[in-house]
Every structure is written in C-alpha cells, then in structure tokens.
C-alpha cells in the first residue's frame, strides 16, 4: 500500500461514517491533544471530494475542538469500505476501548458487505465466537439499547441477551440484574437460559395436554383453598385417587412441573422432560375427602405452610445448581486446556490426599478420563502410545493435567443438588474459585458463606 505523510489543517479533513456513536472526547484526551498535538498521525485516503479520515476519527475532531493548526496525517491507497472499518476495530480496540454497541455495529457492517463470520474474526483479531454472538444482537434493538444505557456491559453480555431474544421476560429480567461482574452474571445468563428452556417445554407440555381435552389449574393450588392435589384427596371410600379414577370428575386439572411428584405424568417436549401433577378444582364440592383429615398424623395448617415454603426452595435452589453445573463444567473445561498449573496446585493435591477426599483417592477412577477426552490424548489402554506420549510431554503440563484429573474427580461427583454437598465439595470449589471461577449463589451456600435461604431469594426472582 503506497503512503505519505503530509501536515495539514485537520478542519480540511473529511471524517467518514465512523464506528463509534460516540468519540469519547473527554476533558483528558483534549487536554492531552491541545498540549501535545496529534502524536500518531492519522490515516486518510484521498477521494474525489477531498482527503477522507479512515482511521484516527478521535484524533481529528478532538484536534478541530482545540483548534490545531495542524497535525500530521499518514494518506495511503483507498482500499475500500471493508479496509477502513477493519482498521477502525483494530485501532479502537488497541487504543481506547470500543463499546460494544458501536463494535457490533462494525461487525455487522462488514457482515452486509459479504464478509463471513470466520474472516472478519481473522482480520479483526476477534475471537469467532464474539464474532457470531455480534452477528446474533446486532438485529436486536432491545439489546442494543441495553448496551447504550448500560455502558459497563460487554460484548459478552450482548451475546446473553440476544439469545434470549425471543424470551422477552428472561431477557429483561437478565438486564435488569447484570452487575457487570462476568464470572457472577455468566451464572444469572444460564440461569435466564434454563428458565427460558423450561418456559418453552412448560408450553409445549400444556399445548399437548390442552388438546388432549385437560384442563390447565392457573395459579398456585396452595393458595386456592378450592383445589388440591390428588395425593392429599381420597374419595368417599377412602380410595385413593388417581389421574385415570378422576378423570371424569368436573374438577380434573393438572399443573404442570419439572420436578416429579407421586402420580405425576411425564411428558416429553423438544425442551426437556416436564410432568404434570394432577388435581381436582372444588374438591368439597365434588364429594372428596381429605385424606389427612382425623388422622393423629394430620399435618397442622403452618406444619403445611413451613413444608411448602421449604419445597419451593428446594426447587429454586435445584434450578440454579444446574444452572451453575454447566458455567462450572465450562469453566474447568477451558481450565484444563491450559498448559501450566494453576498456583498452589501441590497443596490442593497433598491436602485432598491427607484428608482422604474420595476424590483423591479415586481421581484415576473419574478425573483422568474426563481429561483424556477433553483433549482428546491418547489413553492408557492405547499401551505404546500412551507410553510415547508421556515421554514427550515437559513436567508442567504433566503436572497440570494431574490437577484436572483430581479437579474432575471432584467435579464429577456434584449435580444440581450442590448446595446441599458437604465439606469435601466445600474445599474443591473455593479452590477453583483461588483460580479465578466465580462461585453463584447456590455455590456460596456450599461454603459456608450464605445459607439456604438467602440464596433462595437471590436467585428466586429469575425462576
């Protein structure tokens, strides 16, 4: 590319359609330009109507507002639309930060000009996976808007919001909650991501019951002092009653559950298994019996009241242990890709030893496999060349790869139910969070740091 560099008046220059809505011409940077003057020059093509900024917009505008004779300017070859916006990444993201909205932008203008995912994540230094994930909220205005009225979200962030693009109560809900902190709110977006899952199966469940001929009970049977589940009802033989004896009943209704009761039905959805729990609308009225009722054993109302209150947190706290299961394995996943061990990874290893942890003890068992298949190396059964690879491997990622076995022996003895795990998944997960993972809500309980309920509450208003 032919270039030479010229002085000349920055009020003579033409500033092309820039990326960034805004320059960020703060008191600093004009301070520092009126000062200094412009240090780096600016790059410019020559056109038709006169010589056009491509790449160093900041600089010459912010050289107009101080009123810079001059500065100096770099003018090469127009190589085009897709050579400036591409430079214009590059020198924001090196210099001061792009937005994300205005980087979206970008990505998205290179994509109308016909340049695919994979080349613009090569030209622009961009993980492909951030290219896609800009591809996917650039046609969101909600999402875009998001990013304009929260400027500390990340392109991350949009890429959250834009897959739930289609879940507006999840999406909102999730922008409303970001703290800005990636490690928690990448434990809030899964979270919105299951919801969003289990609404979609909730309602393919419903679509199938629906024309089936049931009838769906709205709201909570627990508070409708006219319905009840037919676990706690009998009818006026004391015969249990069930979904196939009560179907004739006026009051046959279901709701609709992803957890499993007695009785319950399963249904399958594309989204997952949900169940449905079976009920009688105006039990009284239809001639039921409670099945509690003049037994010694009978619960009292706040004996009920108590049992319910602890069921529903069970349930949310369930939801986000799964929730937090997948961020988890994803983040030990990428951990283990890693080529050194983490810091003070002998002392987790001796100490899990010492205290005869089950997953020290039975690492071999569980972890080394999990390892051997993420990186796809060669496994102990393969004899001779499981020898010959041992041998070419240096010590460090030897001595890492031990750590992620005994990491993975740990991890795969945990399921959503974490929060309820005891003090041997207490040690394993605050020492990835020594190694830079960030414990969600039902984690904390895990720790000692929270209790039960309180994690409950903070994470019951996505469910």
Request: proline content about 3%; charged content about 25%; glycine content about 8%.
């Amino acid at each position: 590319m032919a270039a030479h560099l010229e002085n000349l008046d920055p009020a003579t220059l033409l500033v092309d359609v820039n990326i960034r809505a805004d320059l960020g011409l703060d008191a600093s940077f004009l301070q520092s330009i009126d000062e200094l003057g412009v240090l780096t020059p600016v790059v410019a093509v020559r056109s038709g109507d006169g010589i056009r900024v491509r790449a160093g917009h900041r600089r010459t505008v912010a050289a107009v507002e101080v009123g810079l004779g001059e500065i100096p300017v770099l003018i090469v070859d127009d190589d085009g639309d897709q050579e400036r916006i591409v430079e214009q990444i590059a020198e924001n993201t090196q210099r001061a930060a792009l937005a994300p909205a205005d980087l979206i932008r970008a990505v998205e203008q290179l994509s109308l000009l016909g340049v695919p995912a994979h080349r613009i994540a090569r030209r622009t230094a961009l993980p492909v996976e951030r290219v896609t994930g800009a591809l996917a909220a650039a046609g969101s205005h909600e999402v875009l808007d998001t990013l304009t009225a929260r400027p500390g979200l990340t392109l991350e962030h949009a890429e959250w919001l834009a897959e739930l693009d289609q879940d507006e109560d999840q999406r909102d809900w999730l922008a409303e909650n970001f703290t800005g902190d990636l490690g928690r709110d990448r434990h809030l977006a899964e979270q919105a991501r299951s919801q969003a899952t289990l609404a979609r199966a909730m309602a393919d469940a419903e679509a199938q019951l629906s024309a089936a001929g049931h009838t769906r009970h709205h709201g909570s049977v627990y508070d409708d002092p006219a319905a009840e589940y037919l676990t706690d009802l009998t009818d006026q033989a004391r015969h249990t009653l069930t979904p196939d004896n009560h179907q004739s009943c006026p009051g046959h209704a279901y709701t609709v559950h992803d957890y499993r009761f007695a009785n319950s039905t399963v249904i399958e959805t594309p989204d997952g298994t949900v169940y449905a729990r079976w009920l009688c609308t105006d039990w009284k009225a239809h001639g039921h019996l409670d099945r509690y009722a003049g037994s010694p054993s009978s619960p009292d109302v706040a004996d009920i009241a108590a049992r319910t209150e602890q069921r529903r947190n069970t349930i949310t706290l369930n939801r986000a242990g799964d929730a937090a299961l997948k961020v988890r394995r994803g983040w030990l996943t990428n951990f283990t890709r890693r080529r050194t061990p983490a810091k003070d990874h002998a002392t987790f290893m001796w100490e899990g030893s010492a205290r005869r942890h089950l997953a020290a003890i039975q690492d071999e068992e569980l972890g080394l496999g999990k390892v051997e298949q993420i990186l796809g190396l060669p496994g102990r059964h393969m004899g001779q060349a499981f020898d010959t690879w041992i041998t070419r491997q240096p010590q460090t990622l030897l001595g890492h790869l031990a750590v992620c076995a005994r990491l993975w022996s740990y991890e795969l003895r945990l399921d959503k139910s974490v929060w309820r795990a005891g003090d041997q998944a207490a040690y394993y997960l605050t020492a990835l969070e020594s190694w830079g993972y960030t414990l969600s809500d039902v984690e904390q309980v895990t720790v000692g740091r929270i209790t039960e309920a309180q994690a409950a509450e903070r994470v019951g208003a996505g469910t």
